[in-house]
């Protein structure tokens, strides 16, 4: 795509991101020596760790859909299944899975299997990781480590900590998930409010970090050499985990599809309401935050030889409103700020104008990639096109198309 930028021609070439079934991407017949990943600085080569990585990440079926013909259903912790089908039971009160023996609900759920050389019932991948002892789920994951830190004082190293290897309860992913999410929500408010006589709660923002926390857990590569850690700081929140985000961090942030890492594990969250199957899970943090008026939050991908692959999910806890004052305190320096976020916003303006004149059909999503912006980003600068009557839209859909209006 060509389009004109002042009196400069900008040639644009758009490469997409490889789909999972197609990674890794490789030259010369060389799977392992021949594999590049480019990280916005330019090419490296993957290391043997990340070509395995795509390669799990390939197939159809995720990892943790195996079955463990190994493991017993002795091997499971039954307190921790208990808990679980409660609240199973609570969000299907009429579901037909309440009458099933715990085995049988366990098969339905994804975390066992029928289908085994020997005729019985053996657990799952998953069912090892939601509901095993972590002493055995490390047998098949021997990098499985889960770690919360909470540190509200500076002066102490945490104030409050849990990971799976302190032996003071279960260790597995669900029990993990339930502690730490009640620990990330003790102080939010909620006021007062009713629904069909029962008072509601939690709020958007509990829903919110619950899904966040589901989220990293569901899509952690267990096999990686890295711990998911979650941390508890006065003004944010940080939710840390091995591997990079299967369908890119642009498409995450649009939403609208779903690729969850581990598929059965998804279903088990998703099966007590949590975890979106429409891919709107992160863009609905985003629109629960804007609606808080907190600070944006921040996603960050991780990769290269040197770093272990990750995703980081960033949810500040400061207002909006409680940050203006340290603008004030800084006036000179925030000037310097403000002046070179007006002129980066207005040459974003620009640059969204030129590629509509080029091709007045074209879609937000194709201008975020083309300009190198955010959803929000582009929708800004249209909206600002369109105040400034510099554009219009012939048909408010999408076979509509931008009318250039002329001086």
Not at 50 to 75: C, F, H, N, Y
Not at 187 to 208: I, S
């Amino acid at each position: 795509v060509d389009y004109q930028v002042g009196e400069d021609l900008v040639l644009v070439i758009y490469v997409p991101r490889a789909t999972r079934e197609v990674r890794p991407v490789y030259i010369n017949d060389n799977l392992m020596g021949g594999t590049f990943k480019r990280n916005w600085e330019g090419d490296y080569h993957c290391t043997p760790r990340e070509v395995k990585a795509m390669l799990r990440d390939q197939a159809e079926e995720s990892p943790d859909m195996k079955v463990l013909e190994d493991q017993e259903m002795e091997d499971l912790d039954y307190d921790s299944i208990k808990i679980y089908r409660s609240t199973y039971n609570a969000y299907h009160p009429s579901g037909a899975w309440q009458k099933l023996s715990d085995d049988e609900f366990l098969v339905k759920l994804g975390a066992a299997s029928k289908k085994t050389r020997d005729g019985k019932i053996h657990p799952t991948a998953a069912g090892l990781l939601m509901f095993g002892q972590e002493y055995l789920i490390m047998t098949e994951f021997p990098e499985y480590f889960l770690d919360f830190r909470e540190k509200l004082d500076p002066n102490i190293r945490w104030t409050d900590r849990v990971q799976t290897q302190s032996g003071d309860f279960s260790g597995n992913v669900y029990d993990f998930y339930r502690i730490v999410y009640r620990k990330l929500v003790t102080d939010f408010k909620v006021p007062f409010q009713l629904k069909d006589g029962v008072r509601v709660e939690e709020t958007p923002k509990h829903k919110a970090v619950r899904e966040a926390l589901a989220n990293a857990l569901v899509n952690t590569d267990y096999f990686q050499s890295w711990s998911v850690v979650i941390e508890h700081y006065p003004d944010k929140i940080v939710m840390a985990n091995p591997g990079t985000i299967i369908p890119g961090k642009e498409q995450m942030l649009r939403g609208g599809i779903s690729q969850p890492r581990n598929k059965v594990l998804f279903k088990m969250f998703n099966m007590i309401g949590v975890g979106e199957h429409a891919g709107s899970g992160v863009p609905d943090i985003f629109d629960v935050w804007e609606t808080e008026g907190l600070l944006e939050p921040t996603i960050e991908e991780q990769f290269g030889a040197k770093v272990p692959d990750r995703t980081i999910l960033t949810l500040p806890l400061t207002s909006k409103e409680q940050v203006s004052p340290l603008f004030e305190k800084g006036a000179k320096k925030g000037a310097k700020t403000g002046a070179k976020k007006s002129e980066e916003v207005a040459e974003r303006v620009e640059k969204v104008y030129a590629a509509i004149c080029n091709n007045p059909y074209v879609k937000n999503s194709e201008l975020e990639v083309l300009v190198g912006a955010s959803k929000r980003q582009i929708e800004n600068a249209v909206k600002s096109l369109r105040d400034d009557g510099r554009i219009h839209r012939e048909d408010n859909n999408r076979k509509g198309k931008w009318i250039i209006n002329q001086e």
